[in-house]
Structure formats: structure tokens, C-alpha cells
């Protein structure tokens, strides 16, 4: 593989994908703990992905999502998303606040507080087991949450990347367990999009070189 | 029949009637449409960041960038027949409020701005525009009659 990667082998994609399954599990347990209920992380998928084919993942680039955006500072840095559908969220923000509003317009002030913060411990247990995995200082900026077209909320984590390349290394999260009336599980997806310079520390940290 | 066109992140195409033309999803990006009203023809680029001399690589997809893509789409139409060109811009929202941030959260507005400053060098007029903000859109462009149809989540569709 070309261009901003240098030599990104398969290998180094199941490199990301154990950290993000890490990541993944201690997200997982701060949920749990949160809503008293069973959460299951699933294995996530590590793509190369082209910019249109990242707002795909998540149901094509009009998708309505309710998403809380981080920007990764410290040793290598990136943007990183929490994503689930609108009624998705808004069944989360019922069972969190017992608040339940299936349109996502009339979202209250608590509503988006709470999506906020479910955001906010995700990410902060997903960020400090990377961090401990490759001893980089990792942290992440306050949150800030919106629900709009899915498209117009991913491209902005796609600026930094977006300078060098057409395409992006996609860590992805989805966590199945909670219920919506129906009994369906909700999903959500998680997306780590570390910046150009940043792959290289990563695996730099990791005692796994990209080859020039 | 309508048949309508496709432009993703980075894309630039053009269409002529009866043919419509849309990009799905604009936050920071601008939506860029040049139209002659006359000859009913037009094009669409979908800009992600306003300068492409921060391309760190020799080649670059020219519609990433305000300064290439709107050059581009201009050479475009001109081959294609078009004569006296204006244009409508929608997008260059700012999707999230930080505190702080610098230039990288101002990417909307600069966008926009790096449009601007190329039409005006090509000397063509903005005829309307429906940007900033801080949410997405979706936009939608009519050679027939010139309208550009400006899609929000939260408040339906706005004809500029």
C-alpha cells in the first residue's frame, strides 16, 4: 500500500484491530457499569476505506446521526467519533435518562447531555488502553455532540487525512447488548481516525516499523 | 425523465437538461455549482479544504481543494460549450462549537472564503449562496431552471 500509510501490511491492520478489541472491552465495561446491563463490544473491523465508502459504514452520507466528536491530542494525534443512528440514540438517552423521544429535534438539553457523557466514558476507556498499549501519551479534547447527516459530521474527521490522501484507515467499533422496546439491540459505532503522522508513531510504539 | 447525477467527497462532474446533478452530506465542505443559464448546462464540485498547496504529495484529486476544483470545473464547462458562467455555493458549516482549536475548526468559513477568491479571479459572480451555519446539507442543482435546492435535516429544503 501506497502513499501516506508507507507500507501498511495485513499484519499491521490486525495490530490496529487488537488494540481497538482492548479498546473496545474496557469501552465496554464502563458501559456496562453505567447502565447496569450487559454490553458487548464486537470485534471491530480495520478498513482502508475511501471517503465515500466510510460514510457507507454507517448507512450513506444523509443518514441522520446523533455523534460526539473528540480531538485526540498528545503523541499522536487524530479525531475520533461516537456514532449510532438517531433512534438508536434516542433510545440510549431513554434508558439513560428515562426521557423518550423518538425525534431526534426535540432532544432536550439533558438528552444531549447524557449522549454527551456515554460519549465521553467510551472514548476515555477506549483512548487510555491504546494509550496504555503503546505507552504514546494519549488524550482526549472535551467532547462536542451533534446530530445531523452523517456525511457533514465524518468529513470533518476526514480534513487532517484528507490533505494527503483519498483514502483512510478506519478503526471500527460496533457495541451491541442494550434493548430498544423491541428487544433490539442497540448499535453504535465507534471511529478512530488517526492523523497522517500518526500511524507511524503508533506503530513505531508498538515495536512494529512501517518499512520505507 | 430526470436522471440524477452523483458527486461524492472530492468529486466534480457536469450535466446538461435533462440531467440534475446533487453531493449528499456537505458539513465543512462546499458544494460549488457554475451554471450557464442559457445553454442548460452546469457543473458541481464537492470542496473539502481550501488550498492545495498543503497537498503533501505530487498528485492530488484536483476537486479536494477550492483553488483546483473550481479551475477545473470552469475548464470543464468552457470544453463543454458553456459561455457566460455564475455560480451558487452552499456548505462551509462550522459542524462543531470548541473553544480554542485554531484554523483547523474554522475550516467552513475558510472554504468558502478560498471559493470566493477564485471566482473572482475567473470573474464570475456569486449569484446566491446559503452557507455556514453548523449543520450538514444536502444540495441538488437543476440546469433546467438554475435552482439549487438546499437540503437540512432540521428545516426542510431551501430553493436558492
Given at each position: 500500500m501506497?502513499?501516506?500509510?508507507?507500507?501498511?501490511?495485513?499484519?499491521?491492520?490486525?495490530?490496529?484491530?487488537?488494540?481497538?478489541?482492548?479498546?473496545?472491552?474496557?469501552?465496554?465495561?464502563a458501559l456496562s457499569s453505567l447502565l447496569n446491563k450487559g454490553v458487548d463490544m464486537k470485534v471491530p473491523s480495520v478498513k482502508v476505506v475511501?471517503?465515500?465508502?466510510?460514510?457507507?459504514?454507517?448507512?450513506?452520507?444523509?443518514?441522520?446521526?446523533?455523534?460526539?466528536?473528540?480531538?485526540?491530542?498528545g503523541e499522536a494525534p487524530g479525531c475520533m467519533f461516537f456514532m449510532m443512528p438517531s433512534l438508536q440514540a434516542s433510545h440510549l438517552i431513554g434508558q439513560l435518562t428515562g426521557e423518550h423521544t423518538e425525534d431526534w429535534k426535540e432532544f432536550s438539553e439533558m438528552a444531549f447531555s447524557a449522549l454527551q457523557e456515554t460519549g465521553n466514558i467510551l472514548s476515555g476507556s477506549y483512548l487510555s488502553s491504546l494509550s496504555d498499549f503503546?505507552?504514546?501519551?494519549?488524550?482526549?479534547?472535551?467532547?462536542?455532540?451533534?446530530?445531523?447527516?452523517?456525511?457533514?459530521?465524518?468529513?470533518?474527521?476526514?480534513?487532517?487525512i484528507s490533505a494527503v490522501s483519498d483514502y483512510a484507515i478506519v478503526i471500527e467499533t460496533a457495541f451491541t447488548g442494550m434493548n430498544d422496546q423491541n428487544g433490539e439491540s442497540l448499535k453504535g459505532h465507534f471511529?478512530?481516525?488517526?492523523?497522517?503522522?500518526?500511524?507511524?508513531?503508533?506503530?513505531?510504539?508498538?515495536?512494529?516499523?512501517?518499512?520505507e | 425523465m430526470s436522471e440524477v447525477k452523483k458527486i461524492g467527497i472530492a468529486g466534480i462532474g457536469t450535466v446538461r437538461v435533462p440531467q440534475k446533478i446533487r453531493t449528499a452530506g456537505l458539513g465543512s465542505c462546499v458544494g460549488v455549482v457554475l451554471f450557464d443559464e442559457t445553454r442548460k448546462i452546469g457543473g458541481m464540485v464537492h470542496i473539502m479544504l481550501p488550498d492545495s498547496s498543503i497537498a503533501?504529495?505530487?498528485?492530488?484529486?484536483?476537486?479536494?481543494?477550492?483553488?483546483?476544483?473550481?479551475?477545473?470545473?470552469?475548464?470543464?464547462?468552457?470544453?463543454?460549450?458553456?459561455?457566460?458562467?455564475?455560480?451558487?455555493?452552499?456548505?462551509?458549516?462550522?459542524?462543531?462549537?470548541?473553544?480554542g482549536g485554531?484554523?483547523?475548526?474554522?475550516?467552513?468559513?475558510?472554504n468558502v472564503e478560498a471559493v470566493k477568491l477564485e471566482l473572482k479571479?475567473?470573474?464570475?459572480?456569486?449569484?446566491?449562496?446559503?452557507?455556514?451555519?453548523?449543520?450538514g446539507r444536502t444540495i441538488e442543482f437543476n440546469p433546467e431552471n438554475g435552482e439549487l435546492h438546499v437540503k437540512t435535516a432540521s428545516s426542510g429544503i431551501n430553493i436558492i
Open positions: 501506497i502513499g501516506p500509510f508507507g507500507n501498511i501490511t495485513p499484519f499491521h491492520l490486525d495490530i490496529l484491530k487488537e488494540i481497538g478489541n482492548i479498546g473496545a472491552g474496557h469501552a465496554a465495561t475511501s471517503f465515500h465508502e466510510i460514510t457507507e459504514l454507517i448507512g450513506g452520507s444523509e443518514t441522520i446521526v446523533a455523534s460526539v466528536f473528540f480531538r485526540v491530542n503503546t505507552g504514546l501519551k494519549l488524550h482526549p479534547s472535551v467532547p462536542a455532540t451533534t446530530v445531523d447527516m452523517a456525511g457533514a459530521v465524518l468529513s470533518w474527521g476526514l480534513m487532517e471511529f478512530l481516525l488517526p492523523d497522517p503522522d500518526s500511524y507511524r508513531k503508533i506503530f513505531n510504539a508498538l515495536g512494529v516499523p512501517l518499512d | 503533501k504529495n505530487g498528485e492530488f484529486n484536483e476537486g479536494k481543494f477550492a483553488d483546483t476544483g473550481v479551475r477545473l470545473l470552469y475548464k470543464m464547462l468552457v470544453s463543454e460549450g458553456a459561455r457566460s458562467l455564475k455560480a451558487k455555493l452552499a456548505g462551509g458549516a462550522q459542524m462543531f462549537q470548541f473553544s485554531g484554523d483547523f475548526m474554522r475550516i467552513g468559513p475558510r479571479t475567473l470573474k464570475i459572480n456569486v449569484q446566491s449562496e446559503d452557507t455556514g451555519g453548523s449543520y
